[in-house]
């Protein structure tokens, strides 16, 4: 398996991307075509940048890609690549939500790498990646346009096929992803909705 992260490491580094974690993007986006050309892309736990990078290759000029992270990311988009603005903040305070609608109201993906501070306890762990996994879907059905679509990293497990299915709830169409950048003993997977559904009454955009 070794082998495996060191190829795609090297890649990375060879395509000038800060990390390795953009084939996970690319797999999936190469199979369902979930961001297009001129699109508006929210990438939540944007840093190093890579997943930002990517998307604004393929979103274009006419396309916009807002980052936002804890941690400070800044680099410049590729050539032919569409702005991209970063946003240093933290996703669960109640500020981030105006700071990003100040940039665009709404948009057409919403992409999350997420992991939360490991703390050595699995349990402990396991529930805290879920509480953030939980976190990006209320920020998709609070910033996503109608009939957009949303893909987050999630770690299998008892709590897994509840998330899916509250996913499939709000998606018509609901895919589980395991990349092949992806560790074989690692439980992490991407879970894709499309077609995101917007209650009746709710905002239109």
């Not at 990390?19 to 979930?34: G, T, V």
């Not at 807002?66 to 500020?95: K, M």
């Not at 997420?114 to 529930?127: E, F, H, I, K």
Request: charged share 25%; aromatic share 10%.
């Amino acid at each position: 398996m070794r082998k495996i992260n060191d190829f795609y490491s090297k890649k990375a580094k060879k395509e000038n991307f800060p990390a390795r974690s953009i084939y996970k993007l690319e797999e999936a986006q190469k199979k369902y075509k979930f961001i297009r050309r001129g699109d508006s892309v929210l990438d939540l736990g944007c840093y190093p940048g890579s997943w930002s990078l990517y998307a604004s290759e393929i979103v274009g000029p006419k396309g916009v890609v807002v980052g936002v992270d804890l941690q400070q990311t800044d680099c410049s988009p590729r050539p032919g690549g569409g702005p991209i603005q970063w946003l240093c903040q933290d996703i669960t305070a109640p500020e981030m939500i105006p700071l990003v609608r100040k940039i665009r109201p709404a948009f057409r993906v919403l992409v999350s790498d997420l992991a939360p501070r490991t703390s050595g306890n699995r349990w402990v762990d396991a529930q805290k990646s879920l509480d953030l996994v939980y976190t990006t879907l209320s920020l998709a059905e609070m910033l996503l346009l109608n009939r957009g679509h949303y893909i987050c990293k999630v770690f299998q497990g008892e709590d897994f096929p509840a998330f899916v299915k509250d996913v499939k709830k709000r998606f018509e169409m609901v895919r589980v992803i395991k990349p092949k950048s992806s560790r074989v003993e690692s439980r992490e997977v991407f879970v894709l909705g499309m077609g995101y559904r917007r209650p009746v009454g709710g905002s239109s955009f």
